[in-house]
């Protein structure tokens, strides 16, 4: 079976499209908003929870014993992701502070908290896409 990165890119669509619907909806009182907003942050956990899950497997390529990679909590992937090239400095420290946000949204659904989310989404997606692109080579190489 190849690796891809089709289902990241998918969810990457979807809240590109989540957050492009919100930026239509005119008053924040409108249903339509928290629809959009809720589809948004949802969109943005779940790519992020696909994105550390690629991110494992890319590792797995690097490492002597897939085991140890499955121990890693999600920061130190992120961590031997930069020191194997899939990610640079100032893209993990994007990375760390998109994960510490993720932690946030899990415990806290209020309205403030998810349009404060709001604000990291766009340059989440670039760092999403440019992830699944580099990610892309590795799988290739190992095809």
Request: aromatic residues 8%.
């Amino acid at each position: 079976m190849a690796l891809n990165v089709e289902h990241l890119l998918r969810t990457a669509d979807t809240l590109q499209e989540a957050i492009k619907r919100l930026a239509e909806v005119k008053s924040e009182q409108d249903t339509l908003y928290d629809l959009f907003r809720n589809a948004a942050v949802k969109s943005f956990e779940l790519s992020l929870e696909t994105s550390g899950k690629l991110l494992r497997k890319a590792l797995k390529l690097y490492c002597g014993s897939p085991r140890e990679v499955d121990k890693l909590f999600f920061n130190d992937v992120l961590r031997h992701a930069c020191k194997h090239g899939l990610l640079d400095q100032a893209a993990t420290e994007r990375w760390l502070a998109y994960r510490a946000n993720r932690n946030t949204t899990a415990h806290d659904y209020g309205a403030g908290f998810a349009n404060e989310t709001l604000k990291l989404l766009p340059a989440y997606l670039q760092d999403v896409r440019q992830l699944a692109a580099n990610l892309q080579k590795v799988f290739d190489a190992q095809a």
